[in-house]
């Protein structure tokens, strides 16, 4: 029998047609930013806002310094044009959708590091 019934797994969909099924964590948070640079796997964002479910609006992560490192996490999808591909698709400029977990992250906290799951790459010319 290979049923689990323990695991949460994250369907992948265009339309009604499944083309990924994975066990990503269930993502519960979602921050926006722009690559200002890539260090090995760590991609540093700038100009960063995260979204607010109670408030169901996008708030800057601190007033002071709106930069954060996003790291990957163990597995990550990363989805550009509506496709899988690696994480060497991301360039800087390019603006990140990063969802991942609603762990502690608090706005105001600026400069910290954000574990990402689920990131989309949205290539700004």
Do not use: H
């Not at 609006?57 to 989805?79: A, H, L, Q």
């Not at 990140?96 to 502690?104: Q, S, Y």
């Amino acid at each position: 029998d290979e049923s689990q019934i323990d695991n949460i797994y994250t369907i992948f969909a265009i339309g009604d047609k499944a083309f990924l099924l994975n066990d990503i964590p269930y993502v519960d948070r979602g921050i926006t930013g722009q690559v200002y640079k890539i260090e090995g796997e760590t991609f540093k964002l700038k100009d960063v806002v995260s979204w607010n479910k109670n408030t169901k609006s996008w708030e800057e992560i601190s007033y002071n310094d709106r930069t954060m490192d996003i790291t990957p996490g163990d597995p990550v999808v990363y989805i550009k044009n509506n496709e899988i591909v690696d994480s060497e698709e991301i360039e800087v400029g390019d603006k990140l959708r990063v969802m991942g977990l609603d762990d502690g992250l608090t706005t105001k906290q600026g400069n910290g590091a954000y574990t990402g799951y689920i990131i989309y790459i949205e290539t700004c010319l």
